[in-house]
């Protein structure tokens, strides 16, 4: 039989065993880790944070507002590394690497979310203005560890989802006219 429009080919499915094991995986991994985040790691990486944050400041001559209402959600730091850990066909070495590459990029936003918070505040003081300068880098500051394991998982979203590896169809142009 072959493939037409009433006919479509044929995508080999995700077996729903396989994504409900991932799942529960991702799980039986997060939660210890967040209780050992939240006990231990958080309060470290916050303390690492500051370490750095002081001398850039120095160095860009900014001064740190303390008691900004907003800051760096660490948290997302804990779902990235599981996911890093589950996700099926990846190398140890791209799983080593993509973890730290990882890490380091969401520590350099995380320091980066503090510099704007300080300076909106800095600029607008505790206003609503300043709220509206930050929001958009806390929304990107959420998304930042699963774009990042996007990028380092994409080998296993190709298989997940087959059009994923495929080329883009190019769509057709208007016809020719003849003249």
Do not use: C
């Not at 396989?18 to 939660?31: D, K, M, N, Q």
């Not at 209402?69 to 730091?77: D, E, K, T, Y």
């Not at 909106?120 to 990042?148: E, H, M, Q, W």
Request: aromatic letters at 12%.
């Amino acid at each position: 039989m072959r493939a037409g429009p009433s006919n479509p080919p044929a995508i080999s499915a995700v077996p729903t065993r396989r994504l409900l094991r991932l799942l529960l995986l991702f799980f039986a991994l997060t939660l210890p880790l967040a209780w050992l985040w939240d006990r231990w790691g958080q309060d470290l990486y916050i303390r690492f944070l500051w370490a750095i944050r002081e001398p850039l400041y120095d160095a860009i001559g900014l001064r740190p507002r303390r008691g900004s209402p907003v800051g760096p959600r660490p948290f997302a730091i804990v779902s990235f590394v599981a996911l890093m850990v589950i996700t099926p066909g990846m190398s140890l070495r791209r799983r080593v690497v993509g973890s730290l590459v990882g890490l380091a990029v969401i520590a350099g936003f995380h320091l980066l979310f503090l510099v704007v918070g300080d300076v909106a505040y800095t600029a607008f003081g505790r206003s609503r203005r300043a709220l509206t300068k930050i929001v958009p880098f806390l929304l990107i500051n959420d998304g930042i560890p699963f774009l990042v394991w996007l990028f380092f998982a994409r080998d296993f979203l190709r298989q997940l989802v087959p059009a994923f590896g495929e080329p883009a169809q190019e769509s057709p142009g208007p016809p020719a006219s003849s003249g």
